[in-house]
């Protein structure tokens, strides 16, 4: 595929991303007011109603058949010593998630949610894990170009790595109600405190966080790299594949797809943490619709997080101070999801229930 046809098939899908459903939002709000309980008692859960209510263009907004996609990449940045663990861990991680003992299985089980783990830039090939049919196969690169000496990727390789996530959402349309967005990449959130810089343009000091577990003198490190990346660099704010480019990931850029592909078949998808939002961050640089179909599952305690989530104008559903990744606060926010949809659709009105509506 050359470049002319994967800009083609990113701005078809970028065609078809509208913004929600006006008519079924005032129809969802109209309902929830007549609901046997003081007007808007339940909140955000009321308000993600009607967004569901809207994405969806339905009042029984179908959630039933969820999946988390864990999108893979592997970052030349980690030579510079930004992780506590080396790269050799993500492979690894990669084979827990097959097997089923990380932390995102036992959740999306819980949540009665699928796991899917799509290769899009892991410096492993997984020939056993592909071959059986383990995992997804849309491999860009065997990791990102260390983005100290000079760009991540190639912007040809930013443009792929999103078309191979909007290739992901359709692939699965057919069969899945709601998508959550995950991720793994030891590393990965040094690019995320990258892009986090360039969109809110925030001081990096203040948006870089500990990822995962880094002492005071790696995390001092961790801001130079940061720091010379984008001095480097200089990616350009106003243009979201440059800075994928620049300074992202495989992972994050697929990631950006798998939005652009969901709000493209009107399906909601949940946002997990910091990477995954740096990835709709992305996604929303590219059509600002996005943002529409977009639920912020939790605020990561990573304090690039909260920056992103304030330009993207979101608002977690969650505050446990988590800070794993893989998908596993999009797969616990899931659950809060049927909850709106079933207050939407089995909680009576006053009406139904033969008592005065409320004053």
Not at 3 to 18: E, I
Not at 67 to 91: L, Q
Not at 115 to 140: H, P, Q, T, Y
């Amino acid at each position: 595929m050359n470049n002319t046809q994967a800009v083609s098939f990113l701005d078809a899908t970028l065609r078809k991303v509208y913004p929600q459903d006006f008519e079924y939002r005032q129809l969802a709000e109209e309902r929830l007011e007549q609901l046997t309980m003081p007007r808007w008692a339940l909140g955000d859960l009321l308000d993600l109603a009607v967004d569901l209510a809207g994405m969806t263009r339905s009042l029984r907004p179908p959630v039933a058949r969820k999946k988390v996609v864990i999108m893979v990449g592997d970052h030349g940045v980690t030579a510079e010593g930004v992780s506590k663990y080396p790269p050799e861990v993500t492979a690894q991680m990669v084979r827990n998630f097959v097997r089923g003992g990380a932390g995102i299985n036992a959740l999306a089980r819980q949540a009665g949610a699928g796991v899917c783990v799509v290769d899009v830039g892991a410096r492993d090939d997984f020939a056993d894990l592909v071959r059986e049919g383990a995992i997804m196969a849309k491999k860009i690169g065997h990791g990102t170009a260390n983005m100290v000496y000079g760009p991540a990727m190639t912007r040809t390789h930013a443009v792929m790595a999103v078309e191979a996530g909007i290739e992901v959402a359709n692939a699965l349309a057919a069969e899945v109600d709601v998508l959550g967005a995950g991720e793994m990449g030891i590393g990965n959130t040094t690019p995320s405190t990258a892009i986090a810089a360039v969109f809110t343009g925030r001081k990096v000091a203040e948006l870089t966080g500990r990822g995962t577990g880094i002492d005071d003198i790696q995390l001092a490190n961790k801001i130079a790299v940061i720091e010379k990346a984008l001095t480097r660099n200089k990616p350009n704010a106003k243009d979201g594949l440059d800075v994928l480019a620049k300074v992202g990931g495989f992972e994050i850029g697929a990631i950006a797809g798998l939005i652009l592909g969901a709000a493209a078949h009107r399906k909601p998808v949940i946002v997990d943490g910091f990477i995954s939002t740096a990835g709709a961050m992305i996604a929303s640089s590219l059509e600002p619709f996005v943002r529409d179909y977009l639920i912020c599952a939790h605020r990561s305690a990573e304090p690039g997080h909260g920056a992103l989530l304030d330009a993207l104008r979101l608002r977690p559903l969650l505050d446990l101070n988590l800070r794993l990744g893989e998908g596993s606060g999009a797969a616990l926010a899931m659950n809060v999801v049927e909850a709106a949809v079933a207050i939407l659709t089995e909680m009576a009105t006053f009406a139904e229930a033969g008592v005065a509506g409320p004053r």
